[in-house]
């Protein structure tokens, strides 16, 4: 009996406990706690006039301020913006590379970043007009990082020199002394050259248009056209009956001219033309037939 109390009495003994099983986890770092190495993106050497460059670029996972310091071809130093942002203008010494350092203390320091500072040849365009007394026109522009203030030198069948302007544009006027192959040249801040060539040519004049046209009692008007590279200033040369024989006039800008005379006898009127090279032109005639009183 008693045996059987007690195994009544061991049967109701509360059920142990349940163990509660904390797990712990641990708490990953952040970025926001923990500072990522600093970097510098879009790194870049832009020319701007002469030997002066801009440098600029970004810093990227790196805390605020600091200070980026160049080498290579350009030597410097600046700070970044409130976006981490850097520029700086600063002459360089020659073309090649330029390299980049971020630091912010003793213990954070970017890798290096490299650019490189290069420049193309110029490039010269050219035209040209004819002018009086063999002078020629020339004009044109130099393509290049910095065309500004460059100066253009000529040489060949005309020499002189010209300086362009802002956006490389130029004109001269120059003194050919003979036909043929006029050089430009022009080097850029770098020591690099450019050059083109144009041809000084020369066409003969012609008489275009001319005619003899009676006025009144004996006076004749004779007029036409000289066509040429620059007729302005050219002699024409009359010869014929008495009173036009042997008569000169000069030719306007235009190309036009004109002379009025008394004349008292009916014969062909001849006119010719020599331009400022020497070459003449083909005889252009007309009559004279007076009418009788």
Known sequence: ?????????????????????????????????????????????????????????????????????????????????????FSLAAYATNLGAVTAVYTNGPNIT?????????????????????????????????????????????????????????????????????LGSLQASVTDPWGLPGTATISIT??????????????????WNFSGQVLDESPGGLIVQFSGPNGIDGRTVTVAANGWFNLTVPVTQNGFTTVRVTDWWGAQSLMAWSIVSITPL
Request: glycine share 8%; proline share 7%.
């Open 202 to 219: 020369n066409d003969p004049p012609v008489i275009v248009n001319f005619e003899a046209s009676e006025q009144w009692g004996n006076l």
């Open 110 to 178: 970017s890798d290096a970043a490299q650019a490189t500072l290069t420049s193309d040849p110029p490039v010269i365009t050219l035209s040209l007009t004819h002018g009086p007394n063999r002078t020629v026109n020339v004009s044109g522009r130099v393509t290049d990082e910095a065309p500004g203030n460059r100066t253009v030198y000529f040489s060949g069948a005309a020499t002189g020199s010209a300086v362009t302007n802002a956006y490389g544009f130029f004109t001269a006027t120059l003194q050919a002394t003979a």
């Open 1 to 85: 009996m008693l045996t059987l109390i007690s195994r009544l009495f061991s049967d109701r003994r509360p059920a142990p406990r349940r163990q509660r099983r904390v797990q712990l986890s641990l708490e990953s770092l952040e970025s926001r706690d923990c500072l990522t190495a600093p970097q510098i993106t879009s790194f870049a050497v832009t020319p701007l006039d002469g030997h002066l460059v801009l440098l600029s670029g970004q810093v990227t996972g790196n805390p605020p301020g600091g200070t980026v310091t160049f080498g290579g071809v350009v030597a410097g130093t600046t700070a970044l913006d409130a976006s981490n942002n």
